[in-house]
């Protein structure tokens, strides 16, 4: 069985600075998925951003990028020039395709805190 | 943009009653799903449904039942509430190519099981 796991329950940045969010998988598969979730304190989960396994260029969607590491089976979140807005739990999921609709493997998420 | 709506934000039901929790999706999506959040451990998938009519277990079904008759809902159904059932209760939906498709969150219901 996949496992996903984030070794930070909380991390705590100041306003504008860098943050890296840590997150560690466990699979034998070689094709697969993995996405970062945020889940504002409104409780509505959003999709910050997703990799395929099978692409060596990391993902990034602005301010948000990953460090993807196959090898190591890592997958962490940078976020750069933090914002209040970036407060959040972050969530790490991992998830293969084919085989049926299965759900998402999650992590157990990070608590992330922004310093004004 | 893509909207899944669940039926209540927040919900209180008593130990044995029968409770439902509805969600519903506009974007004509095969894969539903219900998580199930509790603080320290994550998502919990309990059920999830590829088409209508279909359903499969998750990681954690015991205690829950799941029902689609229509492509656009998916309803999550305790049979008898119980005081560990208590939790935020995620629904989600995604495209048709497994795996591949981003799944797309509701806001979620916090059940309170008294």
């Known amino acids: 069985a996949q496992t996903v796991t984030q070794s930070q329950p909380e991390m705590s940045v100041q306003e504008a600075e860098t943050v890296t969010l840590s997150c560690t998988y466990d699979?034998?598969?070689?094709?697969?998925?993995l996405f970062w979730y945020k889940q504002p304190p409104s409780r509505q989960m959003i999709l910050v951003i997703r990799q395929e396994a099978y692409k060596q260029q990391n993902a990034t969607e602005n301010r948000f990028s990953v460090n993807f590491q196959k090898a190591a089976k890592s997958f962490s979140l940078k976020i750069s020039d933090s914002q209040l807005g970036d407060a959040a739990m972050y969530f790490c999921a991992y998830r293969t395709p084919g085989g049926g609709a299965d759900g998402l493997t999650f992590g157990k998420g990070t608590h992330l805190i922004i310093q004004p | 943009d893509v909207k899944v709506t669940q039926s209540s934000r927040y919900l209180v039901k008593r130990t044995g009653e029968k409770v439902f929790l509805e969600c519903v999706q506009d974007?004509?999506?095969?894969?539903m799903f219900w998580y199930r959040q509790d603080p320290g451990l994550g998502l919990r998938l309990i059920y999830f449904?590829?088409?209508?009519?279909?359903?499969e277990k998750g990681d954690i079904p015991e205690g829950y039942s799941v029902s689609r008759e229509k492509k656009e809902r998916f309803s999550l159904i305790l049979e008898s509430a119980s005081t560990n059932q208590t939790s935020m209760y995620l629904c989600a939906s995604s495209f048709g190519d497994r795996g591949r498709d981003t799944q797309y969150f509701g806001p979620g219901t916090r059940l309170t099981v008294l």
């Open positions: 449904s590829y088409d209508v009519k279909m359903k």
């Open positions: 974007m004509d999506h095969e894969n």
């Open positions: 699979t034998s598969e070689s094709d697969y998925y």
